[in-house]
């Protein structure tokens, strides 16, 4: 029988989290900065200007779905390992981290099909 207990690897898999969170969060960075400097700040043609609507919408969107998937998460309390579990915060926060990218696939998935509607009219 497993003791949930007291895993035997618990201290190697939370290492690795941390490894890979750093990992993931000094790339980002890196490609921030990278971006920046490719893209400089002399000329902004129409193209630059409707990329950064785009990338200030999608950020916007990211955003609020998130802050509405936050309040609308179940605060029931659930059952982990044989105990209750019970705060508030961090059901909520595990609701958003489930919801959040399944609503936007689904945003998504309608933008698409609606610019391919308009694309073909215009085709026509």
């Known amino acids: 029988m ?8 618990v201290s190697i898999v939370l290492y690795t989290i941390y490894a890979l969170l750093l990992l993931a969060v000094g790339l980002t960075v890196w490609s921030v900065v990278r971006g920046m400097r490719r893209q400089g700040r002399a000329d902004l043609a129409v193209a630059d200007r409707r990329q ?8 916007g969107l990211v955003v609020v779905v998130m802050a509405i998937a936050w309040l609308l998460g179940s605060t029931s309390p659930l059952s982990v390992n044989g105990q209750p579990y019970a705060d508030a915060f961090w059901l909520r926060t595990s609701d958003m981290l489930i919801m959040t990218p399944l609503v936007l696939i689904a945003i998504i998935g309608v933008l698409m099909i609606i610019s391919e509607i308009v694309r073909r009219k215009h085709h026509v």
């Open 2 to 9: 497993i003791d949930y207990e007291s895993p035997v690897y």
């Open 52 to 59: 950064r609507k785009v990338a200030l919408a999608t950020l």
